[in-house]
Structures are given as C-alpha cells and as structure tokens.
C-alpha cells in the first residue's frame, strides 16, 4: 500500500513570494506522481505529472515540481505566485501496477496582496 | 473534447431518502472511477470501471452504495438509506487505458444529507 503526506495543510503567501508545497509519498514499488489544483467550488486540473524520465518536471501556470527517489518526495515550487494561485493543492500517487489515485490530504494555499 | 460532466452539482436530501448521481466522461475514455472527498480531505477512491466492468470497489462502498456503467459511457452511482455521514462530494474521474493516463476530473457533486 502507499500513502501521501503533505507536509503543510495552509500556506500563506504574500502576492510574487516564491512557494513550495511539499509533498512525501512512500511506496515498495515503482510510482507516478501527480499534482492537481482545486479552485473554489471546482474539480480537481492537473497542474503536472512525473512518470519518468528528467526529475524536474514543468507544468501549468509557472508551477514545477522536482521528483526525489532517494528522499520521496515530490515538493512542488512556484517562484512568484499571483493572487489567482489561491486553491487548494493535492499531491496524488499512482503505483506503476495500478490504476487508482492515492490523494494527499491537500496544502491551502492563500496569496495575500 | 467537452471535459467530464456531472449532474447535479448539489444535492441536498433527508436521511433515509435514495440519490443518484450522474457522470459523463470524456468520450473516447475507457476508464472511469469514482472519488469522495470529505471537509479538509483529498478525494479518496471509491470504484473503478474499464468499459462496462466495474474492476474494484473500495472498502469504502458499503452495501448501500452501488454503480454501474451499463453501456461503457456514462455512470451512475446511487446511495441507498443516505446517512448524515455520506454528506460529501463524489467526485468522477475518466482516462484513457494506456498507463497511467492522466484522470481528468468532473466538477464534482456536493451531496448534503440532513
């Protein structure tokens, strides 16, 4: 079985501050990584995915996020957020013999003027 | 590509009553699951189809909850004897079956049981 920890349940950031959502995951097996974002009364967009390949992966809206085996983790990063960034973000992991996501309990994140 | 469709948005029942909702996925997707997020949760996953074949059920699904995908498109998910505990949103999902496709969300249904 795997699980997802998300390290932070709220970030607050000032409007062009850089953020970082971490994410920690733990697994037997191979995984894929994913990051969605919710909006206010919205259902879940990809912002990005890691199957394999560069560690670095680049997604929607200026978001990255950087796979790490040897540490877990999947911590995703903005460098200067916008007020439009406030949502609620879910790290989710899919083992590479399944289908199903396995969700974080998600990082509120509220970017102030 | 019209995206995942849900109906309805809301639903607001007494305890005790039977609901249903509805989940349109992205056409030419031959996966489709079904996710419930509770207050402060992420989603956590509920069933899981490939065409007409419901694959999995979680332990989650207790004997009053039941989907079906009769013809490989839409899916419903019904609630038998709601409970103030099945108060939530339902989320559905759809990919395609190569990998690990990306599942593409619908806007979810809010379910509120007085």
């Known amino acids: 079985a795997q699980s997802v920890t998300q390290l932070d349940s709220q970030v607050p950031v000032f409007e062009e501050a850089p953020v970082e959502l971490r994410c920690n995951y733990s697994s037997s097996v191979s995984v894929y990584l994913f990051w969605y974002v919710q909006y206010p009364n919205q259902g879940l967009q990809l912002l990005l995915k890691y199957l394999s390949g560069s560690t670095l992966v680049k997604g929607i809206n200026g978001f990255e996020a950087e796979f790490n085996k040897s540490q877990t983790s999947f911590h995703l990063r903005k460098p200067s957020v916008h007020i439009s960034d406030t949502a609620e973000y879910f790290c989710?992991?899919?083992?590479?013999?399944?289908?199903?996501?396995?969700f974080g309990a998600g990082t509120t994140v509220t970017v102030r003027a | 590509d019209t995206g995942v469709s849900q109906d309805p948005r809301h639903k607001i029942t007494k305890r005790g009553q039977n609901v249903t909702f509805r989940c349109d996925p992205i056409?030419?997707?031959?996966?489709l699951y079904w996710y419930r997020q509770t207050l402060g949760q992420g989603p956590e996953f509920l069933t899981y189809?490939?065409?007409?074949?419901?694959?999995?059920k979680s332990r989650l699904l207790s004997d009053r909850f039941s989907a079906e995908r009769p013809k490989g498109s839409f899916s419903t998910l019904e609630i038998q004897r709601t409970e103030q505990g099945d108060s939530a949103m339902y989320l559905c999902?759809?990919?395609?079956?190569?990998?690990?496709?990306?599942?593409?969300f619908g806007p979810g249904t809010r379910l509120t049981v007085l």
């Open positions: 056409s030419e997707h031959n996966r």
């Open positions: 999902a759809s990919s395609l079956e190569t990998g690990p496709d990306t599942q593409y």
């Open positions: 189809f490939q065409n007409e074949a419901q694959l999995e």
């Open positions: 989710a992991v899919n083992l590479s013999n399944d289908y199903k996501l396995s």
